[in-house]
């Protein structure tokens, strides 16, 4: 958010939750986005909406996943129409890359116009899916607002914090024997400026977003300093849904273990010669300032 300043004469956020640090230039309001907001916007003259809002859990049951699952659709949908009502002028939606899915078959690296094949047994790739599909037909419907789509890898850094990153940062990580697919970061900041350069150009499209290179899955492990529990694959998906079922971990069912199996690596190519942007960050980079600074809060406590 600090790199939020000028060309943006202001910002709104809107959020149940308050801004955890003090910022400048900022109208905050605490209210949920399933409730019409273009009042809001209106009264502060929006042009520009990123919307954010996403529920990650995965859920501990169907009931529970088709809950979240509501909840992210329906914001979505409310946000969307009060972009109508508030004559928003471009749209920008995070996504994820795991909305290709983790295949044996994914070439590497993955377009932008790859076939989006995730699996409905992991909730948070496949609600960006279904999200992804809603903001598709808002397009279609509705050419003369732009739409952004931004489908970023992990996102990492000192200030990172959340229960997708802190499922990387575990004492213990399954592996599956003779897997070790590449997986890339992206740096807080190279985030920030990738939104910045869209929103100020006005650049609609979809876009993958990731920082230079990749780090090794175990060699992750060895960056984190966690343990690798290393399975074959007839041992590891069995053992990881028991583990699952019986609540001992709350972090993936048996399907996650593919993301750690079959690569997802994205190409950059096509919002480096859109935008001219150079990643200031490598992956390896966005992977250590987080293990860093996670490292350094745990020997201050």
Sequence with gaps: LPLFKPPFGRLVAIDLNPPPLPIHNIAVYRQDVTDPIDELLDNHRVSTLVHLAFITEAGINRREIMYNREANLG??????????????????????????GAHPDNPVPLSDGAPLRTSPEIPYAYDKFLSEQIIQ??????????????????????????????????????????????IQFLYEDDLARVLTIIIKQGI????????????????????????????????????????????????STAAGLDMVRYPIVVSTSKLRHTTGYRFWHTSRDALESYTNACLFYQDAA
């Design 137 to 182: 037909e808002f397009a279609e419907q509705h050419p003369e607002t732009k739409v952004t789509v931004l489908r970023p890898c992990l996102v990492l850094g000192p200030n990172a914090d959340n229960k997708v990153t802190r499922a990387f940062f575990r004492p213990w990580l399954m592996a599956v024997h003779d897997c070790n697919p590449p």
């Design 204 to 251: 609609p499209g979809i876009f993958n977003v990731a920082g230079e290179g990749g780090v090794f899955y175990r060699e992750l492990a060895e960056i984190i300093q966690s343990r690798l529990i290393e399975l074959p694959a007839f041992l590891s998906y069995p053992l990881v849904q028991l583990t699952w079922r019986l609540h001992l971990q709350r972090h």
């Design 75 to 100: 914001s979505l949908r409310s946000v969307l129409n009060s972009c109508l009502r508030a004559r928003i002028k471009h749209f920008v939606y995070l996504s994820s890359h795991t909305v290709y």
